[in-house]
């Protein structure tokens, strides 16, 4: 007969066999997964930055392309409106499609200007000041459209807020170029037409991923960077699809150069301000959105890196992120290396 209870030593046994973890053991596993589970969310907080990144890149190149579309579809000027972001101008984090309405060319079919110098040509720029005849409607109208006469010849730029009967004209003349009437004279009446700046179309806007945005501090042409401004920034395309012209604050120009946006992160603008110091051009995550001025194609490429040890002659050795000319110089690489690399298309 088996006795009622175990032994001693096979009860002493079982309690040994059944010890639990201790304090210190607990507390060093507990360590080890919170350690684990912060670098993890570090990982994955980066990897879902690229991909608002790509995505907004993905979603200007569709967007910028319809618009482009639209223009060549209705036969009148259209393009995109990149929205600053209130606060921090140069960042953009939403667009809006635009087109140009009908030139308006006064009130009646004999609407015509008699143009006359105000201040003699200097630095090539003449102001002139169109008298109208008969009165046009001057909410129609607004300062920074565009003056055509005789529907030929070079553009004029409203510079201040029009009246009735007057509009004050500035003209940029090439070298060499004049004005056909000489000063203190008026021109014989003409006929003109006045291309207003783009409006709002019917087309919903797009809004960027949330912390993705095109960086304007490094965004622009290779002649103009946009930069900071009250104003938004219009970019247009003309009805064959190439590049119309490119308005930002109160500048107008024609669309004769690439456009370049850099797709980046928010924390990231102004240059310097991120915890690593980097610039959006410097983080390799980021993408340019390049349009090209003939045939108003829009492409997506990767922010190649670039060697900052090739510094040309002319800039004292090493790179100083601090130097405006050798951002200059660092930006123009990374365009070059951008519409060289392999289009990533609308991905």
Known sequence: MAPPFPPRELIDARRVSRRGFTLVELL??????VILMAVGVRVMQFSVEDRRTREAAREINVYVASARNRA??????CGVMLRRLPGQPLCVVGLEQVEVPPAYAGETLDSTAQLQILTPVSGGLATVRAQLTPDINATLVSQGDLVQFNCQGPLYTITEPPTANSLTLQITLLPGQMLPWPNGTSSLPMPYQIIRRP?????????LPVRAVIDLEFSGTDDHSIGASDSPVWIMFSPTGALDRIYHGSETHLGTEPIY??????????AGSAEDGLANWQDTKNLWVMLNPQTGLVTTAENVPVDLT???????????PTKVEHVQWALRQARELA???QSMGGR
């Not at 060549?72 to 000027?77: D, K, S, T, V």
């Not at 409006?199 to 809004?207: I, N, V």
């Open 28 to 33: 060093v596993v507990i360590s080890i997964i």
């Open 72 to 77: 060549m579809e209705i036969g009148r000027p």
């Open 199 to 207: 409006t709002k179309s019917a087309a919903a806007g797009l809004q």
């Open 261 to 270: 946006l850099l797709v980046g992160k928010q924390e990231r603008v102004p």
């Open 310 to 320: 090739k510094l040309p002659a002319g800039l004292i050795r090493p790179f100083d």
């Open 339 to 341: 519409q060289g690399g």
